[in-house]
């Protein structure tokens, strides 16, 4: 495989992500050297494949800093200091606090720029690593006046070596942005997910898709997720305010709602709910609007490849697909999204095929 | 096909939901007699094929009211006195009110079992109709002790006709249920994505699965939302109550994060969402826990189907399935739930195969 990169990387930090970057790299031909404050997990990740243990002598080109976010710019500061002739960037989930960090402390931020990449998994650790882990992902470039074009550039080649799109931002923009479409949908949807959690069990019997979607980020680890917000907590804490706003106007006009304006209230919150799930970029970060067509599958094995099969063989390109599966029934529905334009087309297709198309 | 129901089945509103009994009764051989307000929409129906208009001398068994909350007990009244003979159901999605207004009304209950199916759509009206909408999914039946078993098992055996799963409960206890596991869900959901509305443009650009799945229910219809919430206002008030005290714990313990027991105070938040997600019943009601391996799928036409035959080749029953794809990228990420003991078998089959697989 052919990469940007030429001269050789060290990664500092060989957990999940510091894995799965050495992984991705050597995987690509690129030189790869590994450290870690841990020799065990160092070792670990070198069996893995993910690169070779660093030695004294060792002339980088570009360092990676994979360590928690608490530690990242004490790190950093240590890998400028000891590699002159490096490039430096970090990969944490946050990066304001680290770069004001490295600034009080006298670093050389000429040769840093922080990077995040918004891959994540609810595992972690180098045996959950993998090379493709940011294939397709967005990774945000922090950027900053003080670092050259020439030496940033090295962040670009890596970003793309991964496979990864980079995203270019500041520190600020993008603190203020991940509180946004990261940190609160967690707090929101692990708020919703704790009022199940003592909720009586006729309701859980009567769960749908939708408490489904809106909760299934509330599996996330704590630990991790402690960690990041304690890293963009003013961000996070303005957003959760401004949702606690939204929040009484709702719950005072659901309790009054004979009152004057109240039924108008509640429904400018619905609209504007409208309003901000129409924004998110769809495939390839168009806003187009797919149509979704469900389907009967049965519970056998190979069904749902089937039904695929018989849509490729339509000519339709799928956009989506999710099955759902409800209480107590031995079969599950299939939704496939698709351009609207395919819609009656695909449904006669399916229909002649013997599948049954629900709605 | 065979059907439970042997008499006549009467139908009074032909939007979506009436219009979906009709038609999936009518497709099992069971007879069914149309009646709407509006001459057209009912005509609509049955050009549709949910069932005949109905006529003067019409004696159903059973009686299904499909008209909006607030106008439901008084035509589920007017059905009563006009039919003596006939048990009365409705698909209200709230159920203590209309209870409560036919008692006021003096109608006879003792022929009356409201009931709720957990179906719907984001379209409306007749023509988004299918008789196969409520397949697969719990419907509620909201007991009182006013009417007889036999005359309430007619409603179960619509309910089974249609193909749905009948869950016993009563008035009071759906609504609370349905205000923590559907109209809750609905509102968070709501709310989050209206801080989308107005976020700027560079945090859109990075929205991940997350906050898609969060806010998937926020493209709900406003006017349907506005008529649910607004007759189980209570219940509903009283979930958001709790959400406004756990929010606020979350807010003040992020506001002051270094303060004794900040920390502990949002661990708590985040596991209490861990705990409350693990409750929502899997497949067929089991709360096993499945594992999830992501596999990159190529941007091309049928690339997903032969991913899912190479899966069923491998002797590997898929639990779910659904596709991401990042912005910018020509190829998505899917992500395949199954048993935890498949995952060696199937990561390695993949690969062999020359799937690239990403976690």
């Not at 304001?96 to 995040?116: F, K, N």
């Not at 708020?191 to 489904?212: K, S």
């Not at 606690?244 to 009054?256: E, F, H, K, P, S």
């Not at 039924?263 to 390839?284: E, F, I, Q, T």
């Amino acid at each position: 495989m052919t990469h940007r990169l030429r001269g050789p990387v060290r990664i500092v930090g060989t957990g999940l992500l510091g894995t799965s970057i050495g992984l991705g790299l050597a995987a690509r031909g690129v030189e790869v050297q590994l450290a870690d404050a841990s020799p065990t997990a160092m070792r670990l990740a070198a069996d893995y494949g993910a690169g070779r243990l660093a030695e004294p002598g060792d002339a980088p080109e570009l360092i990676v800093v994979a360590v928690p976010p608490d530690v990242t710019a004490q790190v950093v500061a240590q890998e400028l200091a000891a590699f002159p002739d490096a490039v430096v960037t970090d990969v944490a989930s946050v990066k304001a606090v680290p770069l004001a960090q490295l600034r009080e402390l006298g670093a050389d931020i000429s040769r840093y720029l922080g990077s995040h990449p918004m891959a994540g998994r609810e595992r972690s650790g180098a045996l959950a690593g993998s090379g493709d882990l940011f294939v397709g992902r967005p990774w945000v470039i922090a950027g900053h006046d003080e670092i050259s074009y020439e030496r940033g550039s090295l962040v670009d080649d890596l970003i793309l070596d991964l496979g990864a799109v980079p995203i270019e931002s500041t520190p600020d923009e993008h603190d203020r942005s991940v509180a946004i479409i990261s940190h609160l949908p967690q707090l929101v949807s692990s708020l919703m997910a704790a009022r199940l959690a003592d909720a009586p069990d006729e309701a859980l019997r009567l769960a749908g898709g939708g408490v489904r979607d809106v909760t299934r980020i509330a599996a996330s680890d704590p630990a991790l997720w402690i960690q990041i917000l304690g890293a963009n907590a003013p961000a996070v804490v303005d957003q959760l305010r401004a949702l606690q706003g939204d929040l009484a106007t709702l719950v005072d006009a659901l309790d009054r709602l004979d009152a004057s304006g109240s039924r108008k209230a509640v429904a400018d919150a619905l609209r504007a709910g409208n309003d901000g799930v129409a924004r998110l970029p769809g495939k390839h970060g168009t806003h187009t609007r797919f149509t979704r067509v469900q389907v009967r599958v049965d519970d056998r094995p190979g069904q749902l490849a089937r039904l695929l099969v018989d849509i490729g063989d339509a000519g339709v390109n799928l956009e989506d697909v999710r099955m759902d599966h409800a209480e107590g029934a031995q079969f599950g529905v299939a939704e496939i999204t698709v351009l609207p334009e395919a819609v009656r087309h695909l449904h006669d297709a399916l229909e002649a095929l013997g599948w049954q198309v629900v709605a």
